[in-house]
């Protein structure tokens, strides 16, 4: 009798005293929920974290120049989910990105092939969405970009950290992980690597290696997820090809970014890859579209102006990097141990073995400065322990000098370093 | 013995003949993913889906304008995620939201109140992800926005729609449900609704309702999930407070977006919630933040002109509303039922028992005309079964008479319509 009942109920719901005290949705949360966050306090006055840029080094007299051109001759498309260019995103953008894949990765692929994310975060999303459940098992290097272990963590996946040495992931222990989950038969879904400047330990996967690791995958029947965000930073100019180019398989999925070459504050990033699995990143993607003003200024920028921009902002992050290891042996002496990296905005550091950069980041940050603990960016806690990241290309040249003068007297003061 | 096993593998891996065979993705996929996303093929000459708007009534001039005072003031902030704003969005756009939904919604609330959002559809993932697990139950419009039923029946859900009148979610079921879910021991996880031009229905929940809804979900410890997006468009200007600005308890969640009242393709839209919740939505929120330009463009102009642009706007979509209303009785005659909208940018249609819509989505798109089925926007399909949702800001005024005049001959010739 559902109207009995209803009616009882309503007359209860009438009397109830509760109509002014705070609801509480404590109860409602799902199991499984992040922490919540805590309330943004500002930034810290030497912010060594996040993949943050040159703010000295945005473009903006061509940003602006492309805003006012795009917007000019096509601005009434914004009144279309994906403007005239379908659900992959802005096509212009994707005709850029095939040939800058084309001139500089030797990534032979249309814009057909590509799909515009919001930021290569969404591209790990859409990757993992696509690919992984619960219980799943993927390969990736042992010291490894903390966004992309945190999500295989959230998802109940696997991660197995293959160690790295000065030319980045190493074969040999690959190929052994390969070998005994196969006879535990076990298929890792993904082999995923950051082959390109590694993050954090800035290292490029040398030719013969890709080769290596495209034999094994083949051989295993593993597909690479090859994340090449920072690929454009380095100093040389000179990358070695994708993976994904060197891939006659199709076995291969390439993201990438406007993040680390633009601006990260545009969430603009795209995801190359086979129709048969992009079509069901696609499928995920119900956002109704990368943000299309971000795309739009992006390829009219770049589509002009991209090869001229970059070189300008290597140098300028070269030069931070130099100023960032002259203050590390200044400050640090023999007690910082770091190779000096071919590329990137980052640099990977190990600290006497004495000292815990968990520990460290807390007392860090209460010195005002703020850095990354080894241990959030790997999967080998022990072999992180005692390492930490440092970002610089955000830091003015003062900043830096001051902020590892700073950490290094946290160091001296917690951990009694010796040549500190 | 892994290392025998690994050489082993790796001689019979280097023997394999199956190197240049194509990868195959498929036995990689997880169970449940959804179909594979079909090639874009290019808009339909009458395109009556989507929420698109009217291209002529994108204010170019203006966001030019502040594309370019933006950009010169604080470009060089898109160095750094976040820009200077903290994760929750753009500062500026958040201080103007709050000064919107307090002088439109009588939202009491500050820029703290307010996540910025990826559109409002990442809204609807992030409220979503914070509250409902498989299983779970939520009460809905019986006749609701598509891409909010998929996202329920994606996650495992259980919607019970509520139908509704001229004055949308009617109270006395919904009292009803309520009750006999109480009975059941099942404690929904929210109503959703969008109370203000309710998607596809167009209705306006009154004060009274509103103040009904309120007292029902307080009774039951249900929150309230209010989807505001379309609120700035109802022709009068005059809007009810939302159901937000009535709860004084805190347990309603208030989403809403600029797609509807600047442009679509801008992918911005915002949360207002409490914190408890809202702190955690924020950390499932793992994007690197919203993009940043749209953001600023958007704050820049709003700031100044929001309140000159929407008007206008408005006053653009009732023409072409009446251009489809006119249509509609030109071709259709009595057989094509539907009130007069108050707002927005669609028309639901009702079509005489013999038409079933699904089937005549198919013909229709042989035709040149697609339309949204009712089927697709109910959680009652033999209730929507000849139904259909049509909407009219993109199309020019000729495109609507044509495109109804199509229409109209196909259900012509595929249902033989009395009058039409």
């Not at 030497?46 to 040159?54: A, I, R």
């Not at 996946?157 to 040999?172: A, C, H, N, T, Y």
């Not at 390109?196 to 490029?204: G, S, Y």
Request: with cysteine.
């Amino acid at each position: 009798m559902p109207r009995a009942i209803s009616l009882l109920e309503q007359i209860i719901a009438w009397v109830r005293p509760d109509m002014t005290t705070p609801f509480d949705f404590e109860p409602l949360l799902p199991a499984g929920l992040p922490a919540a966050a805590a309330r943004w306090s500002g930034r810290v006055k030497y912010d060594f974290t996040g993949g943050n840029n040159d703010p000295d080094r945005v473009p903006l007299d061509g940003l602006v120049a492309a805003a006012n051109a795009v917007l000019r001759r096509e601005g009434r498309t914004l009144a279309t989910y994906g403007l005239n260019s379908g659900p992959q995103g802005y096509r212009p953008l994707r005709q850029f990105l095939a040939a800058k894949l084309k001139a500089d990765a030797a990534i032979d692929c249309t814009a057909d092939d590509i799909l515009m994310t919001s930021g290569s975060l969404q591209a790990l999303d859409l990757v993992n969405g696509a690919l992984l459940e619960r219980g799943d098992t993927v390969i990736i290097e042992q010291d490894c970009y903390q966004g992309s272990i945190n999500r295989l963590v959230r998802l109940g996946v696997r991660p197995i950290g293959i160690p790295l040495d000065g030319e980045g992931m190493q074969m040999e222990p690959l190929a052994n992980v390969l070998a005994d989950l196969k006879a535990r038969d076990v298929r890792p879904k993904f082999i995923y690597t950051i082959p390109t400047v590694q993050n954090p330990t800035a290292t490029i996967l040398p030719l013969e290696r890709r080769r290596e690791m495209l034999r094994l995958a083949g051989a295993y029947g593993v597909p690479i997820f090859e994340d090449d965000c920072y690929a454009d930073l380095i100093w040389s100019g000179k990358r070695p090809p994708a993976i994904h180019a060197l891939d006659d398989r199709g076995g291969t999925i390439h993201i990438g970014s406007f993040s680390k070459s633009i601006a990260p504050a545009l969430r603009v990033g795209y995801i190359v890859a086979p129709w048969q699995v992009l079509s069901r990143m696609l499928a995920l993607k119900t956002d109704g579209g990368t943000g299309a003003l971000e795309q739009m200024v992006l390829a009219e920028f770049c589509s002009g102006q991209f090869s001229k921009h970059v070189p300008v902002l290597r140098a300028g992050l070269r030069a931070k990097l130099e100023t960032l290891m002259d203050a590390l042996k200044q400050y640090f002496g023999a007690a910082a141990q770091f190779d000096d990296p071919q590329g990137g905005i980052f640099l990977w550091i190990e600290l006497p073995a004495s000292v815990d950069t968990a520990k460290l980041y807390h007392s860090a940050l209460a010195a005002g400065v703020a850095i990354n603990p080894g241990p959030e960016w790997s999967v080998n806690a022990a072999h992180a322990r005692n390492r930490l990241r440092l970002c610089f290309a955000n830091l003015s040249h003062e900043e830096i000098n001051q902020g590892v003068a700073a950490l290094a007297e946290v160091c001296k003061r917690e951990f009694a370093l010796a040549g500190v």
